[in-house]
């Protein structure tokens, strides 16, 4: 990838879209050349194929007959389907991280809640893309590298918001850095696996219990208050 895919932010029909990557794809090559639509309709026929099967199975006449492209023009853009799916799962975790911080731009009243939902949204709309960031693919070291850095990045951020409100309200009670920082990998890691089982389970009553998803993000989100509490 050569820029970071935004996500999209219009009317009200483009919302409920505007967490797929496959979408912000096209979006962003919308008005550019030919050759950058093409790319774009590549990754977003191999976003489309994870969602019903893993990455072992793509193959590239699959991926070209869902683009609508000849086989041959694949290879003007990609060596093989390892190319195109590492280039598409760095390229996702790019816009993960920018939907993350765009979600983070609220009042610290509800931040905890936007980014949440944001993530619940990312990972309901990307289950193919997330299967393979958290399935931590040997395969493919780089995308799981960067996978890790979001982790780091955003457990850093989050243990650097919650100094910074304790310092704003003269608080004195902050438990140390690396406290917090075990708190935010542990919490983090916490929401991955409830999701995990929720959308590539089988369990019933979990889907049943997660069928509101504000009430979903609601819980998860009194999870990170609570967790990350003095």
């Not at 991926?63 to 195109?84: M, P």
């Not at 989050?158 to 690396?178: C, H, S, T």
Request: overall charge positive.
């Amino acid at each position: 990838m050569g820029h970071v895919i935004e996500p999209r932010h219009h009317d009200a029909e483009s919302a409920s879209r505007r967490y797929r990557f496959a979408e912000a794809l096209a979006e962003a090559a919308a008005d550019g050349a030919k050759s950058d639509r093409t790319r774009a309709r590549l990754q977003a026929a191999c976003c489309d194929l994870l969602e019903q099967a893993g990455p072992a199975t793509l193959r590239v006449a699959d991926i070209c007959r869902r683009a609508q492209v000849a086989h041959g023009t694949f290879y003007l853009y990609f060596r093989d389907t390892r190319h195109i799916l590492h280039e598409t799962l760095t390229g996702f975790v790019a816009f993960l991280k920018s939907t993350l911080r765009q979600a983070a731009r609220t009042g610290d009243s509800d931040r905890i809640f936007q980014t949440t939902a944001a993530y619940v949204a990312l990972f309901e709309r990307n289950r193919g893309l997330m299967r393979c960031l958290v399935s931590r693919l040997e395969d493919y070291p780089e995308a799981t590298a960067a996978f890790e850095a979001l982790n780091r990045d955003w457990a850093t951020i989050v243990a650097a918001a919650i100094a910074r409100r304790a310092a704003r309200e003269g608080r004195d009670d902050l438990p140390p850095r690396e406290e917090l920082l075990r708190r935010a990998y542990a919490l983090g890691g916490m929401v991955d696996q409830y999701l995990v089982a929720l959308f590539f389970g089988q369990d019933a009553m979990l889907a049943s219990l997660s069928r509101d998803r504000d009430a979903l993000v609601r819980t998860l989100s009194h999870i990170w208050t609570r967790g990350m509490a003095p």
